[in-house]
């Protein structure tokens, strides 16, 4: 079972203190979500794991954590200054806005060659539009005290991807860390886009978090790698729990191909579940592009031109590469998966999501995440709160829990109200301490997904509990 749509997950994020609206004691701010203690812990849990899954475990991999605001001329060569927009229309009766392309989705229509002026607005239902204009969805800022908003000289934008610090750094880390071709650089940090349409939760926002990865191999073997990591990356998912009844590729068709991109695969998730038109259930979580040698030549102070001129003026650096073996320079391809941490968060919530009936009758929420990503692994709940040597036990073994799991103690309920209470945020294991346990030191280990109990000698507890939950140290 999965969530039956996005508004369940919201209601439970809420009210179980995963994710918040944003600035709500101030009427909110559209689209903005701040996540709250359970929310932290587990985007913390995707991004421990996509690190240790795509730079840890791996031979070729590297890290980096480059700055959200650059040099204006790194989006001036990458084509984001001209390209990186989204076509807007506005209704002249209502002056509601809308992304052109978005709309034409909705009707089922393709974007090109698209007649708005049979769409009725979906806030008034009249049919008068604008023409479709381009609109710029990199957020603009001024940098120094000086300057004036409009000075063009102090104009600078927030990263809409952290991929341009990747290749702006290709060499710093290629010497650096004397790395041959095949090689990765991966880099997870937070991302800005001035989205005309945000929405459905998490889904897309304007400020939202990314986990990149940008792999540098030698052309002629772009086709075959890029077909590898996409395997990979669905492979990823997978591990992490989510079903892959809903999970699926995405082919980009010629026109949907980014400025750069050579050939890009998506994974989609069934993100909304509840819509009639099987198509429309899906969307994007996680994009691998093929970047071809675009980004790393437009960063280069070479080469020319075909009438000699130098297509970059402003870079100091040559970003190819020289193969030793080979005596040939040339500009590496690049294979990039690409995921949002937000979407990761929601895929994995919508799909861990499940419902059972206790033997009361009583409907339960049971959130059956991953153990790596539960954001709390261990509760441990006195079965006598008023009986000072269980409550001590218990809080000794919390205590002793917590340097190697997120562990948490709680006394402020029923036995069946505190494992309810665990099974909706996902904890995998509870451990009672009752009066048997002053007497034969084992407690009582309850399992979130079977419900099943087993008795363990406090001795014993958390290395049991290490090997159940998969934590290697
Ligand atoms: N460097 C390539 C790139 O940025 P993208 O497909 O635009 O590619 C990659 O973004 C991932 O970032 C998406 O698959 C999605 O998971 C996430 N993402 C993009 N825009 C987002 C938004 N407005 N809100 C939340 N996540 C977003």
Avoid at 51 to 68: A, L
Avoid at 188 to 197: A, C, D, L, Q
Avoid at 202 to 230: A, L
Avoid at 425 to 442: K, N, R, Y
């Amino acid at each position: 079972m999965a969530a039956p749509n996005i508004e369940t997950i919201v209601s439970l994020a809420k009210r179980r203190g995963f994710v918040f609206p944003s600035s709500e004691i101030y009427g909110g701010l559209g689209s903005a979500w701040d996540y709250g203690p359970l929310g932290v812990e587990l985007c913390n849990n995707v991004k421990q794991a996509w690190w240790r899954w795509m730079v840890h475990e791996r031979d070729d991999m590297e890290g980096i954590d480059s700055s959200i605001i650059l040099n204006r001329s790194v989006w001036k060569y990458s084509g984001h200054e001209e390209t990186f927009s989204d076509p807007l229309i506005d209704c002249k009766e209502c002056n509601s806005r809308f992304r052109a392309d978005k709309l034409a989705e909705e009707v089922g229509e393709p974007v090109s060659g698209f007649d708005f002026i049979k769409i009725k607005c979906p806030s008034c239902g009249k049919t008068n539009w604008t023409e479709p204009r381009a609109f710029n969805l990199m957020f603009r800022t001024t940098i120094g005290a000086a300057a004036e908003e409009d000075d063009p000289t102090a104009l600078a934008y927030l990263r809409p991807e952290t991929a341009q610090g990747i290749f702006i750094n290709f060499l710093n880390v290629q010497t650096t860390m004397r790395r041959k071709i095949p090689f990765g650089i991966a880099q997870i940090g937070k991302s800005f886009r001035n989205e005309v349409t945000p929405g459905n939760f998490i889904f897309r926002t304007r400020e939202f978090e990314q986990m990149e990865m940008e792999y540098f191999v030698r052309p002629g073997e772009d086709e075959r790698v890029h077909q590898e990591w996409i395997d990979y990356c669905f492979d990823w998912f997978k591990t992490l729990g989510v079903s892959s009844e809903n999970l699926r590729f995405y082919e980009q068709p010629a026109e949907e191909l980014a400025h750069y991109a050579k050939r890009t695969v998506d994974i989609h998730y069934r993100f909304f579940p509840e819509r009639e038109d099987e198509e429309r259930q899906w969307d994007e979580l996680m994009g691998i592009a093929n970047r071809t040698d675009f980004d790393l030549k437009a960063h280069s102070k070479k080469p020319e031109d075909a009438e000699g001129k130098r297509i970059n003026p402003d870079s100091t650096e040559d970003l190819s590469y020289f193969d030793e073996a080979t005596k040939e320079r040339f500009y590496p391809y690049v294979i990039e998966p690409a995921a949002g941490v937000n979407r990761t968060v929601l895929a994995v919530l919508m799909d861990a999501y499940s419902e059972q009936v206790n033997d009361k009758g009583e409907k339960r929420v049971i959130l059956k995440l991953h153990p790596e990503l539960a954001p709390i692994k261990v509760a441990v709940l006195p079965l006598a709160k008023n009986k000072p040597e269980i409550v001590g036990l218990a809080r000794s073994i919390k205590k002793s829990l917590q340097p190697s799991m997120r562990a948490v103690y709680d006394d402020t309920g029923g036995i069946g109200k505190l494992y309810a209470r665990q099974d909706e945020i996902g904890t995998p294991f509870c451990v009672t301490v009752d009066h048997q346990s002053l007497e034969d030191e084992a407690v009582t280990v309850r399992d979130r997904d079977t419900w099943e109990q087993e008795r363990v000698k406090v001795a014993e507890l958390a290395e049991h509990l290490k090997q159940r939950l998969g934590i290697k140290f």
